[in-house]
């Protein structure tokens, strides 16, 4: 079992809907990093975050420490948004990824 | 401007030979990383330096040999190519480490090199 698990690995869905991807760990972490890697597989960061919430346009990201897991949103999806999302933990000594969230959004 | 860049973006070469992946940063940052992603699109790091000082060295075979000339750049040496390193290799770099503080940061992707040994 990995040390971090992603759910759900595949994802479709609308324009327009609200997406929720989930990421849990069995580490103890400092640090939890949300990526969106493209099509094209260029890698980009979404959010960095330790405690609580982040939001930044449709995107918004919570981290519940105590219960070792993390949810991305994406509210009113749009097809610019599929691709994959991957959630990355930072433990003491080393930074762990999960397995990644194939998204896509059809029109 | 491109933040962080690889060079090159496309490597074909055979088993048994040796090349460099090239990474260079223009954001000022201190720390730069070396990830591999397998064929089933798992990203694991390899290594990191912070401020040319190697500070992350996972169980990756000696073959593989970061260098880093200036903390703007961290080159991977690979000797004797086998086919299981064929993958897409990414450089980042996140800013620097407060001494005494946490070794994470956010980190900013280069485009990705994808490595082919036939």
């Known amino acids: 079992k990995n040390e971090v698990e992603q759910s759900p690995q595949n994802l479709t869905a609308q324009e327009g809907e609200f997406i929720t991807i989930n990421c849990s760990y069995s580490v103890g972490i400092s640090a939890l990093h949300w990526l969106q890697q493209h099509p094209g597989g260029g890698i980009v960061s979404l959010f960095m975050l330790s405690s609580g919430k982040k939001k930044h346009g449709r995107l918004i990201a919570t981290i519940n420490i105590q219960e070792k897991h993390s949810s991305l949103h994406i509210t009113a999806s749009h097809p610019r948004d599929s691709a994959v999302y991957i959630c990355?933990?930072?433990?003491?000594?080393?930074?762990?990824f999960g397995t990644g969230t194939r998204l896509q959004v059809f029109p | 401007d491109t933040a962080v860049s690889q060079t090159p973006k496309y490597l074909v070469t055979q088993m048994g030979n040796d090349k460099s992946i090239k990474c260079e940063q223009n954001?000022?940052?201190?720390?730069m990383y070396w990830y591999k992603q397998d064929s089933k699109k798992f990203l694991k790091i390899m290594f990191s330096?912070?401020?040319?000082?190697?500070?992350i060295n996972e169980t990756v075979p000696n073959r593989f040999s970061p260098k880093s000339p200036d903390k703007a750049h961290l080159n991977l040496h690979i000797n004797s190519l086998e086919l299981g390193d064929s993958a897409v290799y990414f450089c980042?770099?996140?800013?620097?480490?407060?001494?005494?503080?946490?070794?994470?940061?956010?980190?900013?992707f280069g485009p990705g090199t994808r490595l082919t040994v036939l």
């Open positions: 990355a933990v930072f433990s003491p000594d080393k930074l762990i």
């Open positions: 330096y912070n401020n040319k000082e190697l500070i």
């Open positions: 980042a770099s996140s800013q620097a480490r407060i001494t005494g503080g946490p070794w994470y940061n956010e980190q900013f």
């Open positions: 954001l000022g940052h201190d720390t």
